[in-house]
């Protein structure tokens, strides 16, 4: 399988701290598909998916609630429903803007508490189930 790599600086730039917040929480993996979309993911399920588009803008989507997605999308134009998967509450930011990483880091762990399994959750102590 041929997978499409990361081309722009800015993408490798955004992949190496996203990797840095995501692969701190136990049990995920990163996960290249065959798109070349690179995720973060939790027992096969994914909770952060980074991809570029033709012309090198990295864009990064993150699971979150449906109420969080509508707050981030009515904020501005950073945020916006991701293409396909948006109506199951991901949101993604292109990264174009200038992000803020305090805010991404906490959309991030969002998306890794919605996504991992009760029998994991129940062991962490980086917070509760998001409601």
């Given at each position: 399988?041929?997978?499409?790599?990361?081309?722009?600086?800015?993408?490798?730039?955004?992949?190496?701290?996203?990797?840095?917040?995501?692969?701190?929480?136990?049990?995920?993996?990163?996960?290249?598909?065959?798109?070349?979309?690179?995720?973060?993911?939790?027992?096969?399920?994914?909770?952060?998916?980074l991809?570029?588009?033709?012309?090198?803008?990295?864009?990064?989507?993150?699971?979150?609630?449906?109420?969080?997605?509508?707050?981030l999308?009515?904020?501005?134009?950073?945020?916006?429903?991701?293409?396909?998967?948006?109506?199951?509450?991901?949101?993604?930011?292109?990264?174009?803007?200038?992000?803020?990483?305090?805010?991404?880091?906490?959309?991030?762990?969002?998306?890794?508490?919605?996504?991992?399994?009760?029998?994991?959750?129940?062991s962490?102590?980086?917070?509760?189930?998001?409601?």
């Amino acid at each position: 399988m041929i997978h499409k790599q990361l081309k722009s600086q800015k993408s490798i730039e955004i992949l190496t701290k996203i990797r840095e917040i995501a692969i701190g929480f136990p049990e995920t993996a990163e996960h290249i598909d065959k798109f070349g979309h690179t995720s973060f993911r939790i027992k096969d399920k994914p909770f952060v998916i980074l991809g570029e588009n033709e012309e090198g803008i990295p864009s990064i989507a993150m699971k979150t609630s449906k109420e969080t997605q509508e707050f981030l999308v009515q904020e501005g134009s950073r945020f916006f429903k991701t293409p396909y998967i948006g109506q199951h509450g991901w949101t993604s930011i292109l990264g174009d803007h200038k992000l803020d990483w305090v805010e991404a880091e906490g959309l991030i762990k969002e998306a890794y508490l919605r996504t991992v399994p009760k029998s994991i959750l129940k062991s962490l102590k980086i917070g509760g189930s998001p409601s």
